[in-house]
């Protein structure tokens, strides 16, 4: 297969020339957004808005750039996620809609409207066949995003508890995942306690949606019959006492977004763009974030979903690490001291975030083969 074309600019910015913003529109022109036709065409911008408390997502200065883009060229935008299937903000449309607002997603801000893809109650959902499909036959996508003619896909590149990072793939197949489709991926990983490790402090408890962990005599036990597997326990546990029973549930997750993703883009024009910034350790879906792990490093766009996830893996990857992070408190526990290390894997040690990019890349969403070109 022919190298994609992935391109690249970094954060810098010089007074009085060009800022960050400008930087954006660039990037998108030359990486060839012109060669989708937008006129009268209802454009999807996927985008995170992250959970109120977390202060690592995009800031909406960057959709108003796509949105700008877009309309400029005859199309009309909307941002849209699907809701969560945790408990949080997210989890209706309502709330969904009050949180984007409230952390600066609405018109007044990005010119274009929010809708949640999959409706008031995460049930408005489209069943969309998966070409190549291994795992999933058919997707449960929402409805709004398989309504669009055209899909950008707008993420921030951090890293994630149980796919290593997340990146366009994640954002564009877990992300358009209805709540139903997200149970999909997730249904392998039904975690397990170590009750050596835990406290019983409750973070697990509060993060569920379902009550699946119950703790009894400062101990916490997981009732299978409750738990969906989304994972998001093993991600609030801060003593590392919760730990997935099937120790392939995350390559399962990672193989079945990679299907979702290609369901919902393929037949459709499509564009990706990365930010790297603010790389935290965890999902944005976290009412938290700890701090960066890598510097603020770049934006990068192309046509191709798996390429722009390999690039902007390779990029982190390259960068030093920042001292304090969660990442060099682990490297510095395991004693790695090699110059090079996959910054994901040692922050989340249980995950393999190579798989989903294969995977990707045998069903033919795209290539892991890619030519950086740097403007």
């Known amino acids: ?78 941002l849209t996620d699907c809701n969560t299937l945790y408990v949080g903000r997210r989890k209706n449309a309502i709330e969904h809609m009050d949180a984007a607002y409230e952390n600066g997603y609405n018109p007044f801000t990005t ?106 005599d400062r101990k916490c036990y997981i009732d299978p019959d409750k738990c969906l597997g989304c994972g998001r326990c093993i991600g609030a546990c801060h003593f590392d006492a919760i730990k997935p029973t099937n120790w392939n549930a995350e390559d399962l997750l990672n193989r079945r977004m990679a299907e979702y993703a290609y369901a919902i883009l393929n037949g459709r024009p499509h564009f990706h763009i990365n930010i790297i910034t603010d790389v935290s350790p965890n999902c944005d879906c976290h009412g938290e974030n700890d701090m960066p792990i890598v510097p603020n490093l770049g934006m990068v766009a192309s046509f191709d979903p798996v390429a722009v996830d390999q690039a902007s893996a390779d990029i982190v990857n390259e960068a030093p690490v920042i001292a304090g992070s969660e990442l060099a408190d682990n490297i510095l526990k395991d004693s790695i001291e090699a110059a090079k290390h996959d910054h994901f894997h040692n922050t989340h040690p249980n995950t393999n975030w190579h798989v989903c990019l294969e995977h990707a890349e045998k069903i033919g969403l795209g290539t892991c083969e890619y030519e950086l070109v740097k403007i």
């Open 1 to 78: 297969m022919e190298k994609a074309k992935v391109y690249f600019t970094d954060m810098r910015a010089y007074p009085g020339k060009e800022n960050l913003l400008q930087k954006l529109e660039r990037l998108m022109v030359k990486a060839g957004i012109d060669k989708i036709d937008f006129k009268n065409k209802f454009v999807a911008i996927k985008i995170h808005f992250g959970e109120p408390g977390n202060l690592a997502y995009l800031r909406p200065n960057y959709a108003k750039v796509v949105a700008d883009v877009v309309k400029a060229r005859g199309g009309k935008p909307f």
């Open 111 to 216: 010119g274009c409207q929010v809708i949640i893809a999959d409706g008031l109650k995460g049930t408005d959902e489209a069943y969309v066949p998966v070409p190549n499909g291994e795992y999933v036959k058919e997707a449960k996508v929402g409805q709004a995003l398989m309504d669009a003619d055209i899909i950008i896909d707008l993420s921030h590149f951090k890293g994630h508890e149980m796919t290593g990072f997340g990146g366009a793939i994640k954002n564009i197949g877990m992300g358009g995942g209805s709540r139903a489709g997200k149970m999909e991926m997730h249904c392998d990983g039904k975690p397990s306690v170590d009750t050596d490790k835990c406290v019983g402090c409750g973070a697990c408890s509060r993060i569920c949606a379902h009550g699946a962990p119950i703790i009894t």
